[in-house]
């Protein structure tokens, strides 16, 4: 069984569309975040949600919305869509916020090309 | 959270022992040290972390300097397997959050 899940894997879209991505945990984990790996391969957070509420929200356009049904998943809704936003977006979930100590387990990750 | 500094890039051979330093002379006293690895076209994978101690695990053995000023990860038979990038990071916020540097890109030659 997949710990931490993303869907799709692949995304290519055109600039302007609506587009959203997917992830879900079977871990029981009470934290879930999403990251955006650029095409240098930095790595930088995104979101954070801790028990279904949001935590962090860094300098993200806000064409980005995240969303939390439940604390299993969090999804990912992109709107008018720009040639700056394909990159491959992790989705990651820990047990708690933790304070330094908590392990973080990482989907394989969702790659959005926007043409 | 503090700042962490490692090679841009080391080589190593299969199955020989590859020792990957990390120096984070500003590390803090909460600040635990996580490494993380992200193999090609995977997400990042959990390595190790410790605070003060040397710690071992199935993958790797953590070697933290007495002042805590610098660590090592330890692959003790590197395989080709092995071949990633590692990232060092002192991890101790209150959000939660993982903050990744540029890694060093570990390649391992047959």
């Known amino acids: 069984d997949t710990a931490v899940s993303q869907t799709p894997k692949y995304l290519v879209t055109q600039m302007g569309n609506d587009k959203s991505i997917k992830c879900e945990q079977n871990?029981?984990?009470?934290?879930m975040y999403w990251y955006k790996q650029d095409s240098k391969k930095f790595l930088k957070i995104m979101f954070s949600?801790?028990?279904?509420?949001?935590?962090i929200n860094e300098t993200v356009p806000n064409r980005f919305s995240p969303k939390s049904p439940d604390k299993a998943h969090l999804n990912l809704h992109i709107n008018s869509l720009e040639l700056g936003d394909s990159a491959v977006y992790f989705c990651a979930s820990s047990q708690d916020l933790g304070r330094g100590r908590e392990t973080q387990y990482f989907g394989p990750g969702t790659r959005l090309l926007v043409l | 959270d503090a700042k962490t500094t490692q090679p841009n890039s080391m080589e190593s051979n299969e199955e020989e022992p590859v020792h990957l330093p990390c120096n984070h002379s500003t590390i803090s006293g909460t600040d635990y040290i996580h490494w993380y690895r992200q193999l090609p076209s995977q997400g990042p994978e959990y390595v190790i972390h410790g605070l003060t101690s040397n710690v071992n695990n199935r993958m790797a053995s953590l070697a933290i300097a007495e002042d805590r000023k610098s660590s090592t990860l330890i692959l003790h038979r590197a395989t080709l397997r092995d071949a990633a990038v590692y990232y060092c990071?002192?991890?101790?916020?209150?959000?939660?959050?993982?903050?990744f540097g540029k890694g060093t890109k570990l390649s391992v030659k047959p």
């Open positions: 871990l029981g984990h009470d934290t």
């Open positions: 990071i002192l991890h101790g916020g209150s959000q939660g959050n993982l903050i």
């Open positions: 949600y801790n028990n279904k509420e949001l935590i």
